[in-house]
């Protein structure tokens, strides 16, 4: 097994507690024009798509075309609701301060909505502007894109990388990127069964709580 060089932490669901609050605005916003009841059914397992990829599919499944401003309008919605609500996972500042490696973040985000987060986690100096975003890329995750960038910016071949994700869409990407990843179920909008689908992708480990990631990284480095 290869040395672990570098760790690259998703953001949404592994540093913030964000998915469940952008769901809520996302779900909000397209119960518009889908009845709720057919809405839930076809949200369930997007969660970790860019919201344009979320929309795009809606709009194919219902035969819709949103509104032109539709997709603007909910990210200036989801961003605000966010910035006002979104806590840091419980334990995720002295867990990523312990472990003794380089730390990097991808994220599906933008990039001043990851720095926004990272302000609210207390991490702004732990990740040291090692930020990596889908606009950096030319496709977002599930695409290993922004992992490889991450990878390559830092200096660091894919196989030297651990990861930490909690959705398939970034395990997924994390993986095709030839990366080793821990799988997060701790967060508020992770669904029941949820562990065995990132093991069934190939995760190297799953945590619950993110006290335990020093001693699942360390274990992983052994």
């Known amino acids: 097994m290869a040395s672990i060089d570098l760790l690259i932490s998703d953001c949404d669901g592994v540093i913030v507690d964000s998915e469940i609050i952008s769901h809520r605005v996302l779900f909000e916003a397209l119960s518009l024009h889908v009845p ?32 032109e401003t539709f997709d603007a309008d909910l990210r200036r919605q989801s961003e605000k609701v966010v910035a006002e609500e979104v806590q840091a996972i419980p334990g995720v500042r002295e867990a990523l301060l312990a472990i003794k490696l380089p730390l990097a973040v991808a994220s599906n985000s933008r990039l001043h909505n990851v720095e926004s987060s990272l302000q609210r986690a207390g991490l702004v100096e732990r990740v040291a502007g090692n930020i990596f975003c889908a606009e950096m890329v030319r496709s977002p995750k599930p695409a290993p894109d922004v992992y490889l960038l991450a990878a390559e910016r830092m200096g660091v071949a894919p196989g030297h990388c651990l990861v930490v994700e909690d959705s398939p869409t970034g395990v997924l990407a994390a993986r095709t990127a030839g990366m080793q990843v821990i799988g997060f179920t701790g967060a508020s909008h992770i669904p029941a069964g949820h562990d065995q689908a990132l093991r069934e992708l190939g995760v190297a480990a799953v945590i619950n709580d993110m006290r335990d990631l020093p001693a699942a990284v360390e274990a992983l480095a052994r």
Not at 37 to 65: C, M, N, W, Y
């Open 36 to 67: 709720a009841e057919q809405l839930h059914a076809a949200l369930e397992g997007t969660f970790g798509l860019t919201v344009p990829s979320i929309i795009d599919l809606i709009e194919k499944r219902f035969g819709l075309a949103m509104p």
